[in-house]
Structures are given as C-alpha cells and as structure tokens.
C-alpha cells in the first residue's frame, strides 16, 4: 500500500497524558498536513510541512501541540496534557506541490 | 465568520433527482478551489477541483462565482452511492499551505 499511513489507528487515553501520532506521507510528496476533524465538522487545520520546515501553524493550536517532520519524510504530531476536548479524528494529508490532498485513514483519539 | 461556509443539510433526494450545494467563502484573495466527498467514517478524497471557468465531470459540475465569493456543486441524474458528506475547500493561494475545509453538506440519496 503506497497511500498515506497512520499509527496508531486509536488512541485511548486518560486526561493529563501525552500523545503521539505518527504520519508516513506518500514517499515522492513533499507537502504534509494535520488536521482534526470532529462529528459533523469538517476538517479543522492544524499545521503545514514543506519538506522539512513548518510553513503554518493554525493560531487555534495550543502550545500543547507540535507537530515535527524531521527528515521531510514522516511527521509526528504530539499533544501534551490532554484534555477531553482534544478527543477528536487527527488526520494527516500529503500532495506532491498544489493540488490534490492525500489523506490518511486518520488517528481517532479517544480521552476520558 | 467562518472562512469556508456550506449549508450542512442533510439534502434527502430520490434517486435520479438533480441536487445543488453553495459554499461561501470569506477570503477574496482565495485563489483555489475544490470540492471533496466523505463517505461515513472515512477519510475526504477529491471530487473535483473549481475552475474559474467551471468544470464538468461526468454528472458533477462544478462553478465559481469570484465575484459573490461562491462555489456551486451540482449533480445530476443521483445515485445511491452519491450518498456522502461533500466538503468545499478553499485555499487562500496558488501552493496549498493553509487549505480551509467547510464544514460539508451532507446528501442522501434514497431508491
């Protein structure tokens, strides 16, 4: 499977812990998304890699996350402390310049 | 104000029905556009991108009115698995970077 890969799938977590979320673009893309998405919302945009720099970061994004993609190939996404309200769908997403987005099947976090 | 807006239906039609959704979109130097589809518990795939010039594909067209800072979906003769969430997408230039999704408009289609 050459798509985008997500790990893991589902995430349960208690409030206060830390999460990680790992992305693996298409290999030849250079351009890599996070987005979360919530029941009946759209995805929400977080942050935005060119190769390995983060281009933009959505000014909705707490200190309690970054985002890093150190190699310009695979990305993680980590939220500190977590808080119920971060349960949400992350999704990552990759294009090779403007265009379409690929997405991935998406990271669901769950947290009590 | 929202960036992207859509109605979020739901939009119930018969098979065969000829179905419209409108988006709006705040940010006048938004240079592109595109429709997505999401099925249930799935990830958004393109639909179809928005030309200022408007674009078919197949029973899909597509339209943009810079003017009124509007895009049209229109789908014709529906089927059943056009049932989805269908989301309008707007990025504020030419290169992507901070793509904005609308919320989506949801569509069922019903034999």
């Known amino acids: 499977d050459t798509g985008v890969s997500q790990d893991p799938r589902h995430k349960i977590t208690k409030r206060g812990q830390n999460v990680t979320f790992r992305c693996d673009p298409i290999?030849?893309?250079?351009?890599l998304y996070w987005y979360r998405q919530t029941l009946g919302q759209g995805p929400e945009f977080l942050t935005y890699?060119?190769?390995?720099?983060?281009?933009?970061k959505s000014r909705l994004l707490s200190d309690r996350f970054s985002a890093e993609r150190p190699k310009g190939s695979f990305s993680t996404l980590e939220i500190q402390r977590t808080e119920q309200g971060d349960s949400a769908m992350y999704l990552c997403?990759?294009?090779?310049?403007?265009?379409?987005?690929?997405f991935g099947e998406g990271s669901r976090l769950t947290v009590l | 104000r929202k960036e992207v807006e859509q109605d979020p239906g739901p939009f119930n039609v018969p098979e065969g029905a000829t179905v419209a959704f409108n988006c709006t979109y705040s940010?006048?130097?938004?240079?592109?556009f595109f429709w997505y589809r999401q099925d249930c518990r799935k990830e958004p795939k393109l639909l179809m991108s928005?030309?200022?010039s408007g674009n078919e594909d197949g029973r899909f067209t597509a339209q943009l009115n810079r003017a009124s800072q509007y895009i049209s979906l229109l789908i014709r003769d529906s089927k059943l698995s056009d049932s989805a969430t269908y989301l309008c997408?707007?990025?504020?230039?030419?290169?992507?970077?901070?793509?904005?999704f609308g919320a989506g408009t949801r569509l069922f289609v019903k034999a």
């Open positions: 290999s030849e893309h250079n351009r």
């Open positions: 928005v030309y200022s």
């Open positions: 997403a990759s294009s090779l310049g403007p265009g379409e987005l690929f």
């Open positions: 890699f060119q190769n390995e720099a983060q281009l933009e």
């Open positions: 997408v707007v990025s504020p230039r030419t290169g992507g970077f901070k793509t904005i």
């Open positions: 940010n006048s130097a938004s240079q592109s």
